[in-house]
């Protein structure tokens, strides 16, 4: 049997969520290279027509169980039927968004399997390791690559006798690319009475609130984004002051954030959001790994910064090496005087 690259999509309201297509893309990719297929499954209720949403991102096979009880999410009957389907078909690869349902269900499925699991990864790619204690070579290992010991280094973990080798990946970190519009793969659909039982279904949803985020930070094209450099909230007045003037989004670093500079949603960073600007201004940002997983992907960057030799420097295409409360107020005064 063929080892596929597997991808569980998560649904919302009918709709597959962002992640769950960026993986899709990054899974075609993989898929690829490896020279094998690329495998999908949706779990949810009142599913017709789903694989339209998928099958462009060149899915070729895509599992469907729908059953009025797993919609909403819940961790017990997804775990058995995600766990059954791998242990059947036996992929290589499992990728899964790092979302709270990611987070809830992949470490379950991880130990349903007993295999490994890379949480938060930055960055997948097909390579070889050689063990030498063992003389031993393994072709076409997943390089799981994420920041590690609070984001020091840049690990890559690799799962060579485990399979399959499974990964969560957070929303923004791959990008999203249709493979083929007309791309058509094979649907099978999974007997949910043959899986599940009352003993999947204990816990029970009585009420489900989700609140809409106020902030599309992750859509925003210019970013003015600071960090404790800025010093207070009363110089984060001067960022989104700037912000407004260029038509761009307010976003932090952790450090910012931790320090009540700006609420969490705003976070850009491994423990935040993940972005993707044509221009992303950096205040007082020092440039620890972390926040750097989470916007080095943009187009232009302008660093702002007392320190001349602050990480987010080498990243940068353009450094301004002086205080952010002098210069933020220049660029408004300017930018104002040169866009009438």
Do not use: W
């Amino acid at each position: 049997m063929e080892k596929n690259v597997f991808v569980y999509c998560e649904i919302e309201e009918g709709v597959i969520v962002d992640v769950s297509l960026e993986l899709l893309s990054k899974g075609k990719k993989l898929a690829n290279e490896l020279n094998c297929k690329l495998d999908a499954v949706v779990l949810g209720s009142g599913l017709k027509n789903i694989e339209k949403q998928i099958f462009m991102y060149g899915v070729d096979t895509l599992y469907i169980a729908d059953d009025q009880g797993l919609y909403p999410y819940l961790n017990l009957p997804h775990a058995e039927i995600v766990s059954g389907l791998l242990k059947k078909h036996d992929p290589q690869i499992v990728l899964f968004g790092a979302s709270s349902i990611g987070r809830d269900l992949a470490p379950r499925v991880a130990s349903a399997l007993k295999c490994g699991l890379t949480a938060d990864c930055t960055s997948l790619i097909i390579g070889d390791h050689v063990e030498k204690k063992k003389n031993k070579e393994y072709k076409n290992l997943l390089y799981q690559i994420r920041p590690a010991f609070g984001g020091n280094i840049i690990a890559t973990i690799i799962n060579p006798d485990m399979h399959p080798q499974m990964a969560t990946v957070r929303e923004g970190v791959m990008k999203k690319e249709i493979y083929d519009q007309s791309h058509v793969g094979k649907i099978e659909k999974v007997e949910t009475e043959s899986v599940l039982n009352d003993e999947h279904f204990v816990v029970q949803i009585i009420e489900r609130h989700i609140e809409k985020s106020k902030v599309n930070i992750k859509g925003a094209q210019i970013i003015v984004a600071g960090g404790y450099g800025v010093g207070s909230s009363e110089n984060f007045k001067l960022l989104y002051e700037l912000a407004d003037v260029l038509g761009g989004e307010v976003g932090g670093s952790r450090a910012a954030v931790d320090s009540g500079f700006l609420d969490h949603e705003r976070q850009i960073g491994q423990t935040g959001v993940t972005v993707r600007p044509k221009l992303y201004i950096a205040c007082g940002i020092s440039g620890a790994v972390q926040h750097r997983a989470g916007m080095d992907e943009s187009a232009m960057v302008i660093s702002i910064n007392t320190d001349a030799d602050a990480p987010i420097n080498q990243i940068a295409d353009y450094t301004i090496n002086a205080d952010v409360a002098t210069v933020i107020p220049k660029m408004i005064k300017y930018y104002k005087k040169n866009s009438k």
